[in-house]
């Protein structure tokens, strides 16, 4: 299983970008009721949670995020997406996916950096 994150770069406070992730070599019947999300490291080091979503489509934010930030994912083509808006210098970070498949380990992909300047 391979995960490939793309879509970070840099943007200025108040901008967007839309994150996106594949999953490959990763059945869609695993990848259909898995968990799915973000998380992001800040160049201070801390990690957390942004979003993430299971395999109902129940959605979990950061509250920072909330109001700013979309998660979505297309089961069809095995994907899952982070729209960004309103973007803050704080945001700036390595985002990275993560697949939790049921009953199995957790994969991740090699993370996208976003830059937001003020």
């Known amino acids: 299983v391979q995960l490939q994150a793309s879509g970070g770069g840099l943007v200025q406070a108040g901008g967007s970008l839309r994150l996106t992730c594949r999953a490959q070599r990763m059945i869609t019947s695993t990848f259909n009721p898995s968990t799915v999300g973000w998380y992001r490291q800040t160049p201070g080091g801390q990690r957390e949670l942004v979003a993430s979503i299971s395999g109902r489509g129940d959605t979990n934010y950061a509250e920072h995020v909330k109001g700013r930030f979309t998660i979505s994912r297309d089961n069809a083509v095995k994907r899952l997406y982070l729209q960004m808006s309103n973007l803050k210098p704080e945001d700036t970070a390595v985002y990275y996916c993560?697949?939790?498949?049921?009953?199995?380990?957790?994969?991740w992909g090699q993370g996208t950096l976003v830059t937001v300047s003020s």
């Open positions: 993560y697949v939790r498949p049921r009953g199995s380990q957790e994969y």
